[in-house]
């Protein structure tokens, strides 16, 4: 059984560009969800997909969108991007109804 | 506003001391979750409490939930190097996850 892999593990990119930010569900999990950690602090949801939709949403703008492909793998992309979308951002994957979550190592994302 | 207070922020002790960090809030919570994470790795879940009054036991490790629900706390005893990292507390409402903003432990050989 593979874990949670993400891809890459570091980026820089420039304000006002777009990213998109990758991640292998765990064998067996169809549900996704995205964390945004800025150094010193604990993670805030960004959202979840279930099923290829989007299943439940924290306090991020709409330049945050995702994706979850049939294969359960899922994408974060983030536009026109901010310095302060400088942060760690973690992917989790779980069974559905299972609380626990099971997270990637993350993406460093530098924004200057 | 936080909806997961964790205190202290960071701790910094010797090898072999015990400890106690914890996780309160104002909200009434089904359950709540302890996440333990190393630098430069994702969060890894330590144990999910559920009923009040709960006590859990993970080797050294001491976990407890409030009789009302709204705090825990977590207690190592004889602390190891190895402990060091960000302990995390988190709670699921419905399909959204929330987490605290950790409290960074080092422990000194």
């Known amino acids: 059984e593979t874990g949670v892999t993400q891809s890459p593990t570091h980026l820089i990119k420039t304000r006002g560009q777009q990213v998109t930010l990758r991640c292998s569900s765990q064998?067996?999990?169809?549900?996704v969800s995205w964390y945004q950690q800025a150094l010193g602090q604990g993670p805030q949801f960004i959202f979840q997909?279930?099923?290829?939709?989007?299943?439940g949403r924290g306090n991020f703008p709409p330049r945050f969108s995702g994706l979850q492909f049939p294969n359960y793998s899922s994408e974060l992309n983030v536009n026109a991007l901010e310095l302060d979308d400088s942060a760690l951002y973690l992917c989790?994957?779980?069974?559905?109804?299972?609380?626990?979550?099971?997270f990637g190592q993350g993406t460093r994302l530098t924004v200057v | 506003t936080q909806l997961l207070e964790q205190s202290p922020q960071f701790l910094s002790i010797q090898e072999g001391e015990n400890l106690t960090v914890y996780c309160n809030s104002s909200?009434?919570?089904?359950?709540l979750q302890w996440y333990r994470q190393e630098p430069g790795e994702g969060p890894v879940l330590l144990v999910t409490?559920?009923?009040?009054?709960e006590v859990k036991k993970l080797k050294r490790l001491t976990f407890q939930f409030g009789d009302a629900r709204k705090d825990s706390s977590l207690h190592i005893t004889a602390a190891q190097p190895g402990d060091t990292g960000l302990y995390l507390c988190?709670?699921?409402?419905?399909?959204?996850?929330?987490f605290g903003s950790g409290t960074k432990l080092n422990v000194k050989p």
């Open positions: 909200s009434v919570f089904s359950s």
């Open positions: 064998s067996g999990h169809n549900t």
């Open positions: 988190a709670l699921r409402n419905f399909n959204k996850f929330y």
């Open positions: 989790a994957s779980s069974p559905i109804f299972n609380t626990e979550a099971f």
């Open positions: 409490v559920v009923t009040g009054g």
């Open positions: 997909y279930y099923r290829e939709e989007e299943n």
